[in-house]
Every structure is written in C-alpha cells, then in structure tokens.
C-alpha cells in the first residue's frame, strides 16, 4: 500500500487530493472511498495508506483507505 498525506478534501463536493509520500503525481481520492473505507473524513494533513485503481475511463483514484 502507498502511504500518503491529504492535501485536501472537499465534502460539500465529495472529493480531494492525496500527497504521495514517495514522490509521484497526487492521487485523487472520492468521497465514496472514504465511506466504504469507514472513515469518519479526511482532514488536511492527515497521513493515510491507500491502493490506486484506474477504472473503464483510464481515471487513477484512490481506494482502500486506512488510517496510518
């Protein structure tokens, strides 16, 4: 799993941006992740661990959300 840092998180638009901590482009990150991750949110500067899906459109995001 990739260990990152949440660079933001919009509710009212139900998405946000993680920072990877190894380098890399940010990962986008759906409000739906964070619900099926059962996580009460995402806060700025909030270091999590997360896996990269591409779905049918060839658009990265990130999944399996934890804590870190």
Do not use: C, W
């Not at 260990?3 to 190894?22: E, H, Q, S, W």
């Not at 500067?45 to 995001?61: F, H, N, P």
């Amino acid at each position: 799993m990739t260990v990152g840092t949440v660079k933001f998180f919009n509710y009212d638009r139900g998405y946000g941006f993680i920072f990877n901590d190894a380098g890399g482009a940010d990962a986008f990150v759906h409000i739906t992740a964070v619900e099926t991750a059962g996580l009460p949110g995402l806060n700025k500067d909030q270091r999590v661990s997360y896996e990269l899906e591409t779905d049918a459109r060839g658009k990265t995001s990130a999944i399996n959300l934890q804590a870190a």
